[in-house]
């Protein structure tokens, strides 16, 4: 894909469209989680859940596919800025990794002895956009490596707008009742 066909703002607007499976896959994980732990409440040796409540079986999965269908729909509907397809491995990768990395902060924070909804800011806003790309490195290289070394706009992009848009997208969920915290 090349991205110096398109001015700086385009080209942001194709990586967020790019990205937006993994973005939107942990909002999606919480309007369909709640039900079914994936560590059926048990301890780690440390005496701390293993992940806790709100990581859900429901929630990996709603989220997984919602964000896939999120990365179909921007297949279908806004196809002329995206050059290369995004095939459904790569929605599958952006989504689930995404979740993936929710899910390892968590086991992490609990470790902590970090409870629930408890901040921890730089991990909270990247661990999601890390394990996705790394998902994706790991088992779609070539695409990957095809547009997030075009230029620096990519990685600008996710670095610098990705804590603007995990707050953001928190807040509103904060607001409408979903999250019971506003981060």
């Not at 790394?134 to 088992?139: A, E, K, R, S, V």
């Not at 610098?160 to 997208?169: A, E, I, Q």
């Amino acid at each position: 894909m090349n991205l110096e066909s398109y001015s700086i703002l385009e080209s942001m607007f194709v990586v967020l469209l790019i990205m937006s499976p993994a973005y939107l896959a942990n909002t999606i994980a919480v309007l369909t989680g709640g039900k079914y732990p994936i560590d059926q409440g048990k301890l780690h040796s440390d005496g701390n859940r293993i992940l806790g409540d709100g990581k859900t079986w429901s929630g990996l999965i709603g989220g997984t596919i919602g964000g896939m269908l999120v990365g179909y729909g921007v297949i279908v509907f806004i196809h002329e800025y995206i050059m290369e397809s995004l095939d459904i491995s790569i929605l599958f990768l952006l989504s689930f990794g995404a979740l993936l990395g929710d899910i390892t902060a968590s086991f992490y924070k609990r470790r902590q002895n970090l409870q629930r909804g408890d901040k921890f800011p730089l991990l909270d806003m990247y661990d999601f956009i890390f394990m996705s790309l790394l998902l994706c490195f790991i088992f779609e290289r070539v695409w990957l490596l095809s547009w997030i070394l075009d230029g620096w706009v990519p990685l600008f992009t996710i670095l610098v707008l990705t804590p603007f848009l995990h707050r953001g997208v928190n807040i509103i969920g904060y607001k409408i009742g979903v999250k019971n915290e506003p981060w």
